[in-house]
């Protein structure tokens, strides 16, 4: 009897052990934030006010699937602060309520960047004393107001160049000189010494020349004791593009002690696109996942919106389309099940986290 019981027990933990909190059966794309949390890595999802407030189909689609959002333009300091010192947080209020009142994480998004600028601080005619100023009024007013709620910014967004590995000459670069990058980042970490700071940049994913530069620049500010805790790969992807070799080149970064994250993922598909595109479209997406699986510290893989209602894609790229998980009408489309099946694998000891 007693050797019966003991049988039974071993038989038990022995499939208990093997099956490691593996699903059973078919993926359940609602069970998405679960699988995530399981991986220690969140699933995040850029999101707008407007829809935000006025759709609930749209809040269920990041209730239901995500585990983090960014604001996609609405902390952007052209609506953050259109005319010096008055600040609008309607529109990050909204995000950071929504997050906090469902249990989401908060990715901020963006402090200086050359895109988005109200008139009056890029046309203006700055001293140095004046944009630092500036600088530390802005990262002052969003980080102080978010302390504790946004666990994570892109504080430096697309530093480099579009497609050469030079620091781009944009208004701080022209004014404060290169060292506007190590600026921020000691000015952001004073104000939220808790915050992960991000740099954020995109045409790094595959590796090469920007790649190389930036993993330059990121040595020497490490070097110099420079409070930087993660790299963004952006992660706009064209179809057939998305690289087989993404987790080496996050590697690169988190060998030196970063964490990394896939901050602003979609793959956008030349029209027409038809349905073995959606199906290989599916794959990329599971590929990028496991990337991120594959990697440590790589602790978030976000799309950038929430549906191809929502896309950016169209309006920048006109001929391409469908780029994101979830149709115009919210249905679901291959490359939800593609993310799915990648958080379907057996968890790993993938960090502690630093
Ligand atoms: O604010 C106006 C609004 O007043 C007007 O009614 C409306 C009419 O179309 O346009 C609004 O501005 C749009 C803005 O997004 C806010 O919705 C602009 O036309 C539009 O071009 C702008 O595009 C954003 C783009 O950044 C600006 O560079 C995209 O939505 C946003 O997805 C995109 O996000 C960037 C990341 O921040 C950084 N990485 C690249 C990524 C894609 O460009």
Request: aromatic share 10%; proline share 6%; charged share 25%.
């Given at each position: 009897?007693?050797t019966?019981?003991?049988?039974?027990?071993?038989?038990?933990?022995?499939?208990?052990l093997l099956?490691?909190?593996?699903?059973?059966?078919p993926?359940d794309e609602?069970?998405?934030?679960?699988?995530?949390?399981t991986?220690?890595?969140?699933?995040g999802v850029?999101?707008?006010v407007?829809p935000?407030?006025?759709?609930?189909?749209y809040r269920?689609?990041?209730?239901?699937?995500?585990?983090?959002?960014t604001a996609?333009?609405?902390m952007?300091?052209?609506?953050?602060q259109?005319?010096?010192?008055?600040?609008?947080?309607s529109?990050p209020?909204?995000?950071?309520?929504f997050?906090?009142?469902?249990d989401l994480n908060?990715?901020g998004?963006t402090?200086l960047?050359?895109?988005?600028?109200?008139?009056?601080l890029a046309?203006?005619?700055?001293?140095q004393d004046?944009?630092r100023?500036i600088?530390r009024?802005?990262l002052?007013?969003?980080?102080?107001?978010?302390?504790?709620?946004?666990?994570a910014?892109?504080?430096?967004?697309?530093?480099?160049?579009?497609?050469s590995p030079?620091?781009r000459?944009?208004?701080?670069y022209?004014?404060l000189?290169?060292d506007y990058i190590?600026?921020?980042?000691?000015?952001?970490?004073?104000?939220d010494p808790e915050?992960?700071l991000?740099?954020?940049?995109?045409g790094?994913?595959?590796g090469?020349?920007?790649?190389d530069a930036?993993?330059?620049?990121v040595?020497?500010?490490?070097?110099?004791?420079v409070?930087?805790?993660g790299?963004?790969?952006?992660?706009?992807f064209v179809?057939?593009?998305?690289?087989e070799?993404?987790?080496?080149?996050?590697r690169?970064?988190t060998d030196?002690?970063?964490?990394?994250?896939v901050t602003e993922l979609?793959v956008r598909?030349?029209?027409p696109?038809r349905e073995?595109a959606?199906e290989?479209q599916?794959?990329?997406?599971?590929r990028?996942?496991?990337?991120c699986?594959?990697v440590?510290?790589?602790?978030?893989?976000t799309v950038w919106g929430?549906?191809?209602?929502h896309?950016?894609?169209?309006?920048?790229f006109?001929?391409?389309t469908d780029?994101?998980p979830?149709?115009?009408?919210?249905?679901p489309?291959?490359a939800?099940s593609g993310?799915?099946e990648?958080?379907s694998?057996r968890?790993?000891?993938r960090?502690?986290h630093p």
């Open positions: 009897m007693f019966a019981i003991a049988l039974c027990v071993a038989v038990f933990l022995t499939t208990a099956s490691d909190n593996l699903p059973s059966g993926p609602g069970e998405l934030p679960g699988m995530a949390r991986h220690d890595i969140e699933l850029a999101v707008a407007n935000l407030v006025h759709d609930g189909e269920s689609v990041i209730t239901e699937h995500y585990t983090s959002v996609e333009n609405t952007k300091w052209q609506y953050v259109p005319q010096r010192h008055q600040f609008d947080w529109g209020d909204t995000v950071v309520g997050a906090e009142s469902h908060v990715r998004h402090l960047w050359h895109n988005q600028l109200p008139s009056w046309q203006g005619s700055w001293s004046e944009l100023q600088m009024e802005h002052r007013a969003l980080l102080g107001r978010y302390k504790g709620r946004v666990s910014w892109d504080i430096i967004n697309e530093p480099f160049e579009d497609t030079h620091l000459e944009n208004l701080w022209r004014v000189g290169p190590a600026e921020a980042l000691s000015m952001a970490h004073e104000i915050a992960r991000y740099i954020n940049e995109f790094i994913e595959g090469g020349d920007k790649a930036l993993h330059t620049l040595e020497d500010l490490l070097q110099r004791g409070p930087l805790h790299i963004g790969f952006q992660g706009h179809h057939g593009n998305v690289p070799d993404l987790a080496d080149h996050m690169r970064f030196l002690g970063l964490e990394v994250s979609d598909i030349p029209e696109s073995d959606l290989e599916a794959d990329e997406y599971r990028v996942v496991e990337a699986l594959d440590p510290r790589c602790v978030n893989v929430v549906s191809d209602q896309s950016w894609v169209p309006e920048w006109p001929g391409y780029a994101l979830f149709d115009e009408d919210y249905g489309k291959p939800l993310m799915t990648a958080l694998r968890p790993s000891q960090r502690p």
